[in-house]
């Protein structure tokens, strides 16, 4: 990737993870990645084992994983100042030989990613974003001025039926068609209330754009339909409910 990393970072450095780093279970960070652990608040620990912290991770599933930084006398020559390194699951587990890893900081939250890993610049903030601290992302938030940027967007889309979206809408007669939905509409410039046309089966689930698969509803059900947590059960109810207008 080709990516100036200024922009998501505060600070940051790139190191490749060597055979030694894996063979030894002991990870030896850049001086420019002990900058960035440093500017995170975190010190070499003085304790053996060395005390684990965890590491927010952006490329991977599990969303963070277990380190610790510590500092390890060089057995070969005692004179030398004691090497900076670190240990537990980040490189017994989650790192591998060849992999670029990136340490960065955020507000003074640490970072990590394989830079090896596919994934595009928008999804490396949105991560930051989504799995960083309260305190992080409000002070990520208090830096933002002026207007944003534009891009070029392309994708498929399906063609709905214009016809079978006003024909829900005509069926609801300004009522929620989610069964014991309570919520008061609000109304358009036009005095018309406020409805939104869901497919209750979605159309990239193989759903038909169709009466018996379209259901009027307000803004709250909608988006509970999408992304609630009980999606599954009220998407069953509102089936159950379109289906009785067609029976």
């Given at each position: 990737?080709?990516?100036s990393?200024?922009a998501?970072?505060?600070d940051?450095?790139?190191k490749?993870v060597?055979w ?5 279970g002991?990870?030896?960070?850049t001086?420019?990645q002990?900058?960035?652990i440093k500017?995170?608040g975190?010190?070499?620990?003085v304790?053996?084992?060395a ?16 380190a610790?930084f ?7 020559d005692p004179?030398?100042a004691?090497?900076?390194?670190m240990?537990h699951?980040f ?6 030989k060849?992999?670029s ?8 939250e640490?970072f990590?990613m394989?830079?090896?890993m596919s ?5 490396v903030?949105?991560?930051?974003a989504?799995?960083?601290a309260?305190?992080?992302v409000?002070?990520k938030a208090?830096?933002a001025?002026g207007?944003p ?6 994708h498929?889309?399906?063609v709905r039926?214009?016809?079978v979206i006003?024909a829900?809408?005509?069926?609801a ?8 939905c309570k919520?008061v509409?609000?109304?358009?410039d036009?005095?018309?209330d406020y409805?939104?046309v869901?497919?209750?089966?979605p159309l ?15 803004a ?6 999408h992304?609630?947590k009980?999606r599954?059960?009220k998407r069953a109810?509102?089936k159950a409910a379109i289906?009785?207008h067609?029976?």
């Amino acid at each position: 990737m080709g990516t100036s990393w200024n922009a998501f970072f505060d600070d940051y450095a790139i190191k490749t993870v060597t055979w030694t780093d894996k063979n030894k279970g002991a990870y030896v960070p850049t001086v420019g990645q002990c900058r960035v652990i440093k500017k995170a608040g975190i010190t070499p620990s003085v304790l053996r084992p060395a005390k684990e912290f965890q590491i927010k991770v952006l490329d991977d599933d599990r969303v963070r994983v277990g380190a610790s930084f510590y500092h390890a006398q060089r057995l070969t020559d005692p004179s030398r100042a004691p090497e900076p390194r670190m240990g537990h699951a980040f490189i017994s587990s989650w790192l591998e030989k060849g992999d670029s890893l990136l340490l960065g900081v955020v507000a003074g939250e640490l970072f990590a990613m394989k830079l090896n890993m596919s994934i595009g610049e928008q999804e490396v903030e949105s991560r930051i974003a989504n799995r960083a601290a309260q305190e992080t992302v409000l002070a990520k938030a208090a830096r933002a001025k002026g207007k944003p940027k534009t891009k070029l967007v392309s994708h498929q889309d399906f063609v709905r039926d214009p016809f079978v979206i006003k024909a829900a809408l005509v069926r609801a007669k300004n009522l929620c068609e989610m069964p014991s939905c309570k919520t008061v509409l609000f109304q358009r410039d036009s005095g018309v209330d406020y409805l939104e046309v869901h497919h209750v089966i979605p159309l990239s689930e193989g759903g038909d754009d169709a009466m018996t698969n379209v259901a009027a509803l307000c803004a709250q059900c909608h988006r509970e339909q999408h992304f609630g947590k009980d999606r599954v059960i009220k998407r069953a109810v509102l089936k159950a409910a379109i289906d009785k207008h067609g029976s």
